[in-house]
């Protein structure tokens, strides 16, 4: 169990993992109506407001995969970058039209313009080639002066090494950015699989920002993290 810090008042970073959204079984909507009901009820009970950033999940995959069948050596780092980009603004239209009438009217993916934002909850998307929308959720709390995200993916936490590898894998509670970069690395990939991707990582550290890794299934667990309170889940600084 970890200890977490309260975020930047009362305005939250969730970086949503496509995973979540678009497992391999196609959408799922019994998760989708989960976080409906848990986002408005933090939005009306305890006035709290949300920037979501949304991943790309297994359609990105899925896109990338059929791209690469077909050009093989010829698909680019950037064009399969690109499938993903696309794929994340799928899906985040899709979570902006769930909540169209607390959230704002456009999705953020150029990050260049800093919007003014007043609504409730405003959705972003990918941006371009390099990264993974975990860089893009950083980048949301350099432009509107966050500390803090919280990185909802489909694993409880950050392990040493590969559980589903390496039966002896140990969980990490807490871990400093110098640390967790040595693990991941410095290049990204794309499709890469990481908790946090590197180069989202990197920004992070120069930018001060923690990282709550925590699995998005469990709602329970996400409001003790909004609550600053102890919760099951990774925090990286």
Sequence with gaps: MVQTA???????????GGSLIVPDGGIDIAFLTELHAFIRYQV?????????????????????QAAKSIRREDLSDSDADWLGVHATRLNAQLIRTVFQDIADARVIKH?????KIHAPVAIAAGWKPGWSTDYCAVTVCQDYGMTRVINMTNVDMVYDKDPNQYPDAKPITHISWKAYRSMVGTVWKPGMNAPFDPIASRLAQELGVMVNILN????KNLEKALDGKPCMGTVIQ
């Design 44 to 64: 009306a009970s305890k006035k709290r407001r949300f920037f979501i950033v949304v991943g790309g999940g297994a359609i990105t995959r899925k896109y990338q």
């Design 216 to 219: 998005g299934h469990d709602f």
């Design 6 to 16: 309260q975020s930047n008042g009362q305005v939250y970073v969730l970086s949503l």
């Design 111 to 115: 990050y260049e313009i800093i919007l």
